[in-house]
């Protein structure tokens, strides 16, 4: 059941988390965070409207970093945050570390999971908090057609169980793992139906439309959800 009819997350740990995230590590106007891999800008414009915290959000995508502004002005939010066009894996905020850490969407597999948790590290302050949600498997038996669809040569899944392992071998203790709700799956298809009406920009391209038309149809005719999860955890630097 689709409950976020305005869900503009491109992933299906939706705003509810990135406020849970926001939460655990009882931000307030003085805290410090870091978005790893901000998108278009809707988890660090809903932290800012909530928490009224200093954010620095960064992305390799110049096209998300100016609809990322642009939302922020929208919300009148874009005192609080910082939007930087970048890779985060050659960026540097080690020298003031940050009070919470996000890596929504997937930011951890895009990064390469090890190197991300590294960073991530370094860059949250001693026991500061650091959140991500990702795409996990939930069993070694995956249909072929999901398989081809969810995961391939450049992305192979953890499991929950093994995502724990890499939080704790990274130095983090998890305090909260979940996976989201079917609601969060529909908010997320939902806002990606919607996207495939674009006539410019990333979901404009005939591949892309094509690929997302063909995800959803299996997710929902295949029962995905047996198969494939999306994890949130909300974990604390060990010291």
Not at 50 to 56: K, L, N, S, V
Not at 68 to 77: N, Q, W
Not at 109 to 128: C, I, M, V, Y
Not at 188 to 200: E, F, S, T, V
Request: glycine residues 8%.
């Amino acid at each position: 059941m689709v409950t976020d009819t305005l869900s503009d997350y491109a992933s299906p740990a939706g705003r509810e988390f990135t406020l849970a995230a926001g939460k655990f590590a009882l931000l307030t106007p003085a805290s410090r965070v870091l978005d790893m891999g901000c998108g278009r800008g809707a988890g660090a414009c809903n932290l800012a409207k909530e928490f009224r915290c200093r954010i620095t959000a960064i992305d390799a995508d110049e096209d998300n970093i100016a609809i990322a502004r642009a939302l922020a002005e929208h919300k009148s939010v874009s005192h609080l945050i910082t939007f930087t066009a970048g890779d985060a894996l050659t960026a540097d905020f080690s020298k003031e570390p940050f009070d919470l850490v996000l890596a929504e969407g997937g930011v951890l597999s895009f990064l390469s999971r090890g190197r991300g948790l590294e960073l991530a590290n370094k860059w949250t302050a001693p026991r500061g908090w650091f959140a991500f949600s990702d795409l996990v498997m939930l069993t070694d038996k995956v249909p072929a057609e999901v398989k081809r669809i969810f995961e391939d040569v450049t992305y192979r899944y953890e499991s929950e169980e093994s995502y724990r392992a890499l939080v704790a071998a990274a130095g983090f203790e998890t305090q909260f793992m979940s996976l989201v709700p079917q609601s969060g799956w529909d908010n997320y298809y939902a806002h990606m139906a919607r996207r495939l009406d674009d006539d410019k920009g990333f979901f404009a391209d005939r591949r892309v439309k094509l690929a997302f038309h063909k995800e959803i149809d299996v997710f929902y005719r295949l029962e995905g959800f047996r198969f494939v999860g999306y994890l949130f955890c909300a974990a604390r630097k060990s010291k």
